[in-house]
């Protein structure tokens, strides 16, 4: 991509960003002043967009020709397991990623 | 900021608070400028991206979208439905960074998920200057998260290991964040929703096209669901899950 466009999105995403972290110090200035719904949304949202960040990341994985995803499957599987036996999110990102690293490079070339 | 000692008795109460996010920011910006490196960004990229933006998630996505091309429109709204939390976070803080001074700014700036746990669970020492202590947490993390994404980005540069792969740490990431929101009662049903409806659009739209479809779907979905959430969890509680 060029580099332009990519300028412009870094732009684009400090932008947004900033708008959400000052929308609330600059326009309701307290909770009461915060429309219902916004507070309700703002509550959910984060929840809900991680679902959708995780299928996001699995949106290319094809799962009808060898290796049939299996990396990934075994990757997760690791990754949720080690996060509810240490509940360490650093031990499972690292450990996640270094397995799934071995596994496409070497064990299902 | 009154004087200079006030601003650096600050920093020796601040600085002890900040240890457990140091090692975090260390490690997943480390991840983060590997990964951008792993795209053809150099280091130079990573920092900017962490200065400029500064969120952890949409960093990682940001990766994405720009090594994909996306259109401006679709990062702006995923932008904004990735950082709708903070929203609330500033909410919670509007009483809190009240009166502290010309790093005002800076603060409402820097407001991460990680600094908001440690600005709203430590007390501020009595004899500290409020305004140079939120400032120091603030400014300490942020260089944390900005040296750590620099340092992976040089480490890919210098050191030729095959990084194939290594777009799964995102995945682990949001994998991790998934789970904890599945263990909370009160996030279980919205997260469930995120995966249910992007999944049917990921189906109907195909991988090119399905995050907006999925963004809209998702929030028409809770507005749906609205009563049902708040009778569950009660509004109230949704306020403090950061």
């Not at chain 1, 996060?83 to 690293?101: D, F, P």
Request: charged residues 10%; hydrophobic residues 50%.
């Amino acid at each position: 991509m060029s580099t332009m466009h990519s300028a412009g999105l870094i732009v684009v995403i400090s932008l947004v960003t900033l708008l959400t972290r000052f929308l609330p110090f600059l326009v309701f200035r307290s909770e009461k002043k915060m429309p219902e719904a916004f507070r309700y949304l703002g509550g959910v949202l984060p929840g809900a967009i991680m679902g959708m960040l995780v299928v996001y990341c699995f949106k290319s994985t094809v799962i009808t020709s060898w290796p049939f995803a299996l990396p990934e499957v075994i990757a997760t599987i690791v990754v949720v397991t080690l996060y509810l036996w240490k509940r360490n999110t650093l031990l499972s990102v690292a450990g996640g990623t270094i397995l799934y690293m071995v596994l496409i490079q070497g064990v299902f070339v | 900021m009154k004087n200079k000692s006030d601003f650096g008795k600050a920093f020796f109460q601040a600085f002890p608070r900040t240890i457990p996010v140091m090692a975090g920011y260390l490690v997943l910006g480390f991840g983060f400028g590997l990964l951008l490196q792993s795209k053809g960004y150099n280091f130079l990229w990573a920092v900017l991206m962490s200065v400029a933006i500064y969120g952890g998630s949409m960093q990682f996505i940001a990766v994405d979208l720009l090594s994909n091309g996306a259109s401006f429109l679709a990062a702006g709204i995923m932008t904004l439905m990735i950082h709708a939390r903070h929203l609330f976070y500033g909410l919670s803080m509007i009483g809190k960074y009240r009166g502290t001074g010309k790093g005002k700014p800076y603060l409402i700036y820097g407001l991460t998920d990680e600094t908001y746990s440690l600005v709203c669970t430590g007390d501020v020492p009595e004899d500290v200057n409020r305004g140079a202590y939120y400032l120091w947490i603030t400014l300490l993390n942020q260089c944390y998260w900005v040296a750590g994404s620099a340092l992976g980005g040089i480490f890919g540069q210098i050191v030729k290991i095959n990084t194939t792969g290594v777009d799964y740490a995102m995945t682990a990431l949001f994998i991790v964040i998934l789970t904890e929101n599945l263990l909370k009662k009160e996030s279980r049903i919205p997260a469930l929703a995120g995966v249910f409806v992007s999944f049917v659009c990921l189906l109907i739209f195909g991988a090119e096209k399905f995050l907006i479809p999925s963004m809209l779907g998702i929030s028409f979905v809770l507005m749906l669901l609205r009563p049902v959430l708040y009778k569950e969890g009660g509004g109230e509680s949704y306020e403090h899950n950061a």
